[in-house]
């Protein structure tokens, strides 16, 4: 028997590797400080809990539509027209079970074989992997530090070839906390219009933009599909709730995608989805403030340690930090500070050949374990590093 070539070709998340190995360290007795994993550190707000027990009481255990239920796909009308200005129509909006689902459900709709997908280098490594899993080709457009990780649009143009279908966006960015301007959406949705190619927006780290008011690209084109979920603003990874907001024709070929994949998004879960959208907004204005307060402390920690960074995160909750000069590979380095300094950090290699020499710091974590990881890369540095 053999494994499928689609199987195998799919790249592991590194970081996960990091996780298992910080996790038997934990439990041969060591204290690892966990700065390696987008999971915010907050429990999930009150309220939103409180409202899917009472979903589970009232009977809300069984199957719902599989575009989601109604009150979920208005509350999230409501939300874009008082949030962003925008109107979206509820009939183009999909729920799903996390952001993630919501990209099979777009490339699946999206790529034929060979259809290839603009996407920045570095990236969230599951944009490639889903690309190439359904056939299509990641075409990787590297972002530098220097520019504030944002593309530069001639080359962006430049990539643009017969079989691209979409570009991708992620503002505020993981692994790079980038976020980009008016201009900078501006012009790659004129590109999009130009050239007749869709803009993929996943926008999930809304609601974690520190620069400003978040900008969806919605807002400058309607040949565009937005991503989004609960997981990170609302502290809601492990309920599974996202949505995909798609252009009409792309609507009914996703419904039937979810049908077979999926059936639906949990019932329970929907409605306490529609209570975040309506009712905790000032929950996930106090946890943005305590990120931010974490980012004004480890972004000036990390830079006096010894780490490069040129373009400071305005949103999300990572910092992309150049460490090439304490070692090259960021894999090894990787391993190094996990089992001599006991600090788990995420390779910069994981998001993409650009992001080698560079780690990424989770700060969805207490500031006192943020201190004690500044700590101890602080000794191991001394020890290791020469001046
Ligand atoms: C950029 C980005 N998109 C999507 C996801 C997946 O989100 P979800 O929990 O909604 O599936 C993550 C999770 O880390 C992410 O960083």
């Known amino acids: 028997m053999t494994v499928s070539r ?49 979903a589970i009481a009232e009977g809300s255990t069984h199957y719902t539509q599989s575009l989601g239920l109604p009150d979920l796909r208005e509350a999230l009308h409501v939300r874009y027209r008082d949030h962003y200005g925008v109107e979206v129509d ?20 999206l790529l034929d074989p060979g259809d290839e997908v603009i996407m920045p280098d570095p990236c969230y490594p599951a944009y490639p992997n889903y690309v190439t899993f359904l056939g299509g080709v990641p075409k990787l457009v590297r972002v530098r530090a220097e520019d504030g990780f944002r593309y530069r649009p001639d080359e962006v143009r430049a990539a643009i070839g017969p ?23 501006k012009a790659l949705a004129s590109i999009a219009e130009e050239t007749g190619v869709h803009i993929a927006s ?37 309920w599974r709730l996202g ?49 931010d307060e974490r980012r004004r402390y480890l972004v000036p920690a990390l ?42 950090c995420a390779p910069g290699v994981d998001f993409g050949h650009g992001g080698e020499g560079f780690l990424r710091f989770s700060y969805a974590t207490s500031r006192d374990r943020l201190r004690e990881g500044i700590r101890r890369l602080g000794e191991w540095a001394a020890a290791n590093v020469q001046s």
């Open 6 to 54: 689609r199987a195998t070709e799919i790249r592991p998340f590194v970081v996960m590797d990091i996780v298992a190995h910080a996790e038997k360290l934990e439990a041969a007795g060591h204290d690892v400080v966990r700065l390696e994993i987008g999971d915010p550190d907050f429990p999930t707000p009150d309220v939103i809990a409180q409202a899917a027990e009472l």
């Open 90 to 109: 509820p009939t183009n909006i999909v729920i799903t079970q996390g952001t993630s689902p919501a990209m099979l459900l777009l490339f699946g709709a």
């Open 163 to 185: 079989r691209t279908k979409a570009i991708m966006i992620n503002s505020p960015s993981n692994p790079t906390g980038a976020v980009l301007g008016d201009e900078d959406l």
């Open 202 to 238: 996943d926008e999930i780290y809304h609601g974690l933009d520190f620069s400003g008011p978040d900008r969806t690209i919605l807002a400058y084109t309607d040949k565009a599909f937005v991503l989004n979920g609960f997981s990170k603003a609302y502290a809601m990874t492990g």
């Open 243 to 291: 949505y995909m907001i798609a252009p009409p024709e792309f609507v009914r070929p996703a419904e039937k995608i979810q049908q077979n994949f999926f059936l639906a998004a949990n019932a329970f879960v929907q409605h306490a989805g529609v209570v975040a959208l309506t009712r905790a907004q000032e929950d996930v204005v106090r946890m943005r403030a305590t990120y």
């Open 303 to 344: 830079e006096e340690l010894g780490l490069t960074i040129l373009s400071p995160p305005g949103g999300a909750f990572y910092v992309f930090a150049d460490a090439s000069c304490w070692g090259q590979d960021s894999l090894a380095l990787c391993r190094r500070l996990l089992d001599e300094a006991h600090v788990s």
